[in-house]
């Protein structure tokens, strides 16, 4: 089952542009992590944020996490031609390993 | 590269068979997780394994098996296939029991069942 939804589910940009994603979960969660990838290839890591964090940054890369809301974003600011690829949530639990859920993933494409 | 290897790329087969798909963590990663995507189904999680033992479960068939050996590498075996278990199936690894770090994915095997 899933846990996450995305929103939107496509979303199409032109270079420079901040690309904004958000990700809505169901039930308590350890951390949430958040992955992209290109084409029918494998996943890539791009950030996790734990559940007692509120915001983190990688580059330019930009995640919230509003525990509340059980939502969060990611936002990719000056976006690149190759920022193009479908970017995905996914939620650790607690007391399940490592098990990841995963949403639907929003297809971003840049267009230059 | 994520260090991650998987093997075979592509696998063709017919309803009824059996295969081996098989995973390479990378250097030093002592979790193997196994996950199936499809266009239905998207990304599921489908089991872990943490040093040669299995650490969680999620919405694995009873036809599917999987088995972590002694050097790390892991084993997914899919019997008695259908249609529906066309799909892409991608192994990920890290370092500990539980996600601190992120995942590791490999690059998948594409299996297609006709």
């Known amino acids: 089952s899933q846990q996450g939804e995305e929103d939107p589910q496509a979303l199409s940009i032109q270079e420079g542009e901040n690309a904004t994603m958000n990700c809505s979960y169901k039930t308590s969660i350890n951390n949430l992590q958040w992955y992209r990838q290109n084409s029918g290839r494998g996943l890539v890591h791009l950030i996790l944020i734990r559940s007692n964090e509120r915001e983190k940054h990688s580059g330019r890369l930009r995640v919230t996490l509003d525990t509340s809301k059980k939502s969060s974003s990611l936002l990719i600011t000056a976006s690149r031609a190759a920022d193009t690829a479908s970017y995905f949530c996914?939620?650790?639990?607690?007391?399940?390993?490592?098990?990841?859920?995963f949403g639907q993933g929003t297809e971003l494409s840049v267009k230059p | 590269d994520s260090g991650v290897t998987q093997t075979p790329k592509h696998l063709i087969t017919a309803t009824g068979q059996r295969v081996t798909l098989r995973c390479s963590p990378r250097s030093g990663d002592l979790s193997v997780y196994w996950y199936q995507q499809s266009l239905d189904q998207g990304l599921q999680f489908l089991i872990q394994?943490?040093?040669?033992?299995?650490?969680a479960k999620g919405n694995i068939l009873e036809r599917f098996s999987a088995q972590q050996f002694p050097d790390l590498h892991s084993e997914l075996n899919l019997s008695s296939l259908e249609l529906g278990d066309s799909a892409l199936y991608f192994c990920a690894s890290s370092a500990e029991e539980w996600n601190i770090v992120g995942q590791f994915f490999g690059p998948g095997t594409r299996l297609t069942v006709l």
């Open positions: 394994y943490y040093n040669g033992e299995e650490r």
């Open positions: 996914a939620t650790g639990l607690y007391n399940q390993g490592g098990k990841l859920i």
